[in-house]
């Protein structure tokens, strides 16, 4: 099957789905030049060991090595943009032809393109929170702070170690996991877009929907599972998509 071939049949399977969700992974916000995690040679993980630096026991056990390693890369990408793929998945919800988005993504790219119902079962970088008391702050406290020499930085009220509100390893996954779990066993075709379907529990949603296509540069393990698998970049793939809508 051709590339022309496959825009069509995944058109065709949105077009006859009454409940799609979009499952999307780091490769969607490459073209928004966030770096994604596993290619070679540029993928973060490819330069740091995640089960080292990125967990809950790095953050309590030294939290200011953790914030010096980990604090710029979460948020250099503060100003990106949304590319074509958000947009894309943000018109097919607005035409109700997509229910939402569970995205494994903390950068907020998706709620920056329009899309209303989004899942983001990794948490996010609006804010952050106090370890011992748990008050909530926006995150620009705890940047700032870090900013001006202050490592780690401080809750305001009880002064315990600010966190942000991302899911480390080691965390337990959150609501929004809990809610995408229930949407996923009644959806009819889940779109995987830019995920390399490798991080458990959330790659383990692509066996729970009824179908599935995958839009993602690399194979991935769920692949024998998918109706259409494209390997080409998501923001040709769902602007093509569209355009096979007549939504272009």
């Known amino acids: 099957m051709n590339y022309d071939q496959k825009i069509q049949l995944l058109a065709g399977l949105i077009e006859k789905s ?3 969700l979009a499952l999307t992974g780091a490769g969607i916000s490459t073209e928004s030049g966030i770096p994604d995690f596993r290619s070679p040679g540029t993928g973060l ?5 995640p089960v080292k630096v990125a967990t809950v026991s790095a953050l309590r056990r030294d939290p200011a090595t953790f914030y010096a390693i980990n604090l710029d890369r979460w948020t250099r990408y503060a100003g990106a943009q949304p590319n074509a793929a958000h ?9 109700r032809l997509l229910t939402g988005v569970i995205t494994q993504n903390i950068d907020g790219l998706h709620l920056k393109a329009g899309s209303k119902t989004v899942w983001e079962v990794h948490g996010h970088l609006r ?8 008050k909530s702050y926006p995150l620009d406290v705890l940047v700032n702070q870090f900013n001006s020499g202050i490592n780690p930085p401080r809750c305001q009220k009880c002064q315990g170690v600010l966190r942000l509100d991302v899911v480390l390893f080691e965390d337990p ?5 809990y809610w995408a779990s229930r949407a996923v066993r009644l959806c009819q075709l889940l779109i995987v877009v830019g995920s390399s379907l490798q991080v458990y529990p959330v790659a383990g949603l692509a066996e ?11 194979p ?27 939504l272009q």
Do not use: S
């Not at 993980?45 to 060991?49: G, I, L, Q, R, S």
């Open 45 to 49: 993980w490819t330069k740091f060991d």
């Open 173 to 177: 996954l959150g609501e929004d996991f």
């Open 208 to 218: 729970e929907a009824l179908q599935v296509a995958i839009i993602n540069k690399e």
């Open 87 to 95: 947009h894309a998945l943000a018109r097919l919800e607005r035409e």
């Open 18 to 20: 009454t409940y799609t």
């Open 127 to 134: 804010t952050c929170h106090c370890m011992d008391c748990e």
């Open 220 to 246: 991935t393990p769920f692949d024998y599972l998918a109706k259409v698998v494209i390997n080409e970049k998501a923001g040709q793939v769902l602007t093509d998509v569209l355009a096979a809508l007549d």
